[in-house]
Each structure stands twice: as structure tokens, then as C-alpha cells.
């Protein structure tokens, strides 16, 4: 009976072994077929179809995933966000210091920077009453204050004068991915960014029209959110 259980360990073992490899395969595969012109967005907000297979799964750096490398070490694990869970959920952004702004609806009334709107009323647990849903929204100029585009990301030339929220709320793959990526690293949710390291992947695309994440390697706009995908 002993060694039975053993040898019915050791089939497991091997079995979550060759998964992991398969998984591996598979994802490598689909970073090479790949390209800008897979990007897709529906509707005013960003919705990807899919949601890639590392997802919350291998967490790496920027030149550890262009590698493909899995190791058995690996302990960090990756829970980011999408760009839409941002935009619909501004009181995620708290714990960061980026503000999402106000959403002034179509009666006039406001949410506050943190998604509660200005005439509701808090309960005695101090929990909000009458919730507004944000999911409606499809007007990115309905948004109003928050943090800038370019105050996240100084010295980039892109969306002058749009707040991070409103950019997410463009339908824009690039610079959706790369607030939601933003707020991401502020809340820790993906150790191998920082918030510095995504504001020079930012610049850098900027100023070569590409991002180098090891030496002679080239990443486009495609191959970049691919990459903040993986972290989700």
C-alpha cells in the first residue's frame, strides 16, 4: 500500500510538471504570433477578449518575461488590474496618490475623488447609501479634476491636458495600459514594476518608438501591453 501511494505521488508530480510546461509553451507561443494589429477595444472603454494565460500566475520583470524562462523559484505572484476596473471603480485608486477626479452626470450632481457622490448620505457604520453606478459612463469629458496624464508621467507629450482617468476612459490599448499599470505598481500589486520603471518603459517608447527590456530587443505598442496584460 505504501509504495502504491508512492508511485501515485510521483504520477502527480509528474503531471503538474509536464502542465506547467505545456502552460509555458502555450504562452511563448502566443507572444510570438502577437502584433499590434491583435489589439482590439469595444466600446468607449478598453474590454480585451481575452485575459493572457500567465495571468495571475508568473510574475517577471520586463527582460525576465522577454526570456521565457519559468523557474521553480519564483514566489511572487501578480494580481493586477484591467484599465476598465480602474475607470468603473475610482475608489480602488485610494492608497495611491493618484486622484481619479469628479464624474458630473447629466443632473449635475458629482462624485467625489473617491467614487462617493456629493449628496449621498453615510450610514451610521459609515458606509455610503445610494451608490452610483460609474459603469454607465461613455463621456470621458464628464470627468472632471484628477491627476494629469503628463503630471503621472513627466516629461511625456501624450493626452496634454486629459487626467488618467479620461485617458482610461478613451479606448486608448497604450495609455489605458499604462495608468491601470500605474495604479497597479502603487498598490503593489505587481512587484517585479515600479512606478518608475513603468514611467521610463513610457518614455522611452516615446522618444524611439519602441521599448528595449534587454539589449537588442525591440517591444512595439502591442508587445507593451501584452506585457502589462501578463501582470493580471
Not at 524562462?69 to 501578480?78: A, K, R, T
Not at 449635475?108 to 457622490?117: D, E, I, P
Not at 451610521?124 to 469629458?141: F, M, R
Amino acid at each position: 500500500m505504501t509504495i502504491k501511494n508512492h508511485q501515485n505521488d510521483n504520477m502527480e508530480d509528474k503531471l503538474s510538471s509536464e502542465a506547467l510546461e505545456d502552460k509555458t509553451k502555450s504562452v511563448d507561443s502566443s507572444r510570438r504570433r502577437f502584433t499590434k494589429a491583435g489589439l482590439a477595444a469595444s466600446g468607449v472603454i478598453l474590454t480585451l477578449a481575452s485575459r493572457p494565460v500567465l495571468a495571475n500566475a508568473v510574475c517577471k520583470s520586463p527582460s525576465g518575461f522577454e526570456s521565457g524562462n519559468v523557474s521553480s523559484h519564483i514566489q511572487e505572484m501578480c494580481f493586477g488590474n484591467y484599465p476598465d476596473y480602474y475607470a468603473n471603480t475610482p475608489e480602488a485608486w485610494a492608497g495611491t496618490k493618484y486622484e481619479p477626479g469628479r464624474y458630473i452626470n447629466n443632473e449635475g450632481s458629482t462624485t467625489s475623488k473617491r467614487g462617493l457622490t456629493s449628496t449621498q448620505s453615510s450610514t451610521s457604520n459609515g458606509n455610503s447609501s445610494n451608490t452610483q453606478n460609474l459603469g454607465n459612463t461613455d463621456n470621458k469629458g464628464k470627468w472632471d479634476g484628477g491627476t494629469q496624464f503628463q503630471q503621472a508621467f513627466p516629461g511625456s507629450r501624450q493626452h496634454p491636458g486629459k487626467s488618467m482617468m479620461q485617458v482610461l476612459w478613451m479606448g486608448d490599448p497604450m495609455g489605458g495600459h499604462l495608468c491601470a499599470a500605474l495604479l497597479n505598481a502603487a498598490l503593489g500589486l505587481t512587484p517585479p514594476l515600479t512606478e518608475t520603471r513603468i514611467v521610463d518603459m513610457c518614455l522611452e517608447y516615446e522618444t524611439k518608438g519602441y521599448f528595449e527590456p534587454t539589449a537588442g530587443v525591440h517591444w512595439y505598442e502591442g508587445d507593451i501591453v501584452y506585457y502589462f496584460q501578463s501582470l493580471t
